[in-house]
C-alpha cells in the first residue's frame, strides 16, 4: 500500500467525525469576533480609532486577525485536532485492524501526519476566507473605515501566516506525539493546555525562562512586535523542534504494538 493509499484512507476515515465542523468553527472564532468589536461607535461615543484604521482598512483588520490566531485559536486547534484525529482509532477500537492492514508503520505513522498538517493548513486558508467575509460586512457597518478605499497585502499576508505555519510546527509535532501516544484524550489535553497557559504567562506576564526557546508559544511570539529580531531564530527552533519530535513520536508509536 503505497503513501497516497494510506493518505485517502486516512481522510476517508474523518468523514463521520467532528474534525471538519471542529476547523470551520475554530477558523470562524476570530473573523466572527473582530466583526463585533469592529465598530465606529461605542457606547454611543465615536471610535478614536477610524482615523487610524480608515488608512490602511484590510491591512488592519487582517493584523488583528493574524494576532488573534496565532496567540490563542491555532495553538487550542492544534491541541484539540492532534488529540482528535488518534481518537477516530481509539474511540473504535480499530487499531488492532489498522495494523493487520498490507502498510508499513511509517506510512500508517506519517499518512495520519499529513492529515494533520492537511487540517492545520485548512484552518488558516478558512481563516483568511473567512476574515475576507467578516471585512466585507465590517464594511458595510462601518462605512468610515473605508474598506472600499484600501486593499490587502497579499505578499505581507501571506508571508505572516507562512510563519505562523512554521512556527507552530514544533507544537504540531510534540501534540501529535502526545495524541498518538495516550489513549486517554485528557493528556495530550491537559499538558498542551497547561503548558501554553503557563508559556503565556512567561512571555507577556512574569518571564521565567526564554520565550525564544519555549516552543508551547512560538506562533504567538513572531506576532510580537518587539519579538522581531528573533523571529529567524525562532522559526529554525521549531524546524528542528518539529524533524525532533517526529523522530522520536516515530520510534516511540513503533515500540508500542498493544492499544
Do not use: C
Amino acid at each position: 500500500m503505497s503513501l497516497a493509499i494510506s493518505l485517502k484512507s486516512e481522510f476517508l476515515k474523518t468523514k463521520r467525525s467532528p474534525t471538519w465542523i471542529l476547523t470551520l468553527i475554530m477558523a470562524a472564532f476570530a473573523p466572527v469576533f473582530m466583526l463585533l468589536v469592529f465598530q465606529e461607535e461605542q457606547d454611543g461615543h465615536v471610535s478614536d480609532d477610524i482615523a487610524r484604521v480608515s488608512k490602511d482598512a484590510w491591512n488592519f483588520y487582517h493584523y488583528q486577525g493574524w494576532g488573534i490566531i496565532s496567540m490563542v485559536f491555532l495553538p487550542m486547534f492544534v491541541v484539540l485536532m492532534s488529540t482528535l484525529l488518534p481518537q477516530i482509532e481509539f474511540r473504535n477500537h480499530t487499531w488492532k485492524q489498522v495494523f493487520a492492514a498490507p502498510q508499513s508503520l511509517a506510512k500508517l505513522y506519517f499518512s495520519k501526519f499529513l492529515l494533520f498538517q492537511f487540517f492545520i493548513l485548512a484552518f488558516i486558508a478558512l481563516h483568511i476566507i473567512l476574515v475576507g467575509v467578516s471585512g466585507y460586512f465590517s464594511g458595510i457597518l462601518n462605512p468610515r473605515f473605508n474598506f472600499s478605499g484600501n486593499h490587502l497585502d497579499w505578499v505581507k499576508t501571506l508571508t505572516q501566516l507562512g510563519k505562523t505555519y512554521v512556527a507552530i510546527l514544533a507544537l504540531s509535532t510534540f501534540q501529535f506525539w502526545m495524541g498518538m501516544r495516550f489513549k486517554s484524550f485528557l493528556v495530550p489535553i491537559g499538558v498542551g493546555v497547561l503548558m501554553s497557559i503557563l508559556g503565556m504567562i512567561n512571555m507577556i506576564g512574569f518571564p521565567v525562562v526564554d520565550a525564544a526557546k519555549y516552543f508551547f508559544n512560538y506562533s504567538g511570539f513572531i506576532v510580537i512586535k518587539s519579538n522581531a529580531a528573533k523571529v529567524p531564530y525562532v522559526l529554525w527552533s521549531s524546524a528542528t523542534y518539529a524533524a525532533a519530535f517526529l523522530i522520536l513520536g516515530f520510534l516511540d508509536f513503533t515500540s508500542i504494538k498493544e492499544r
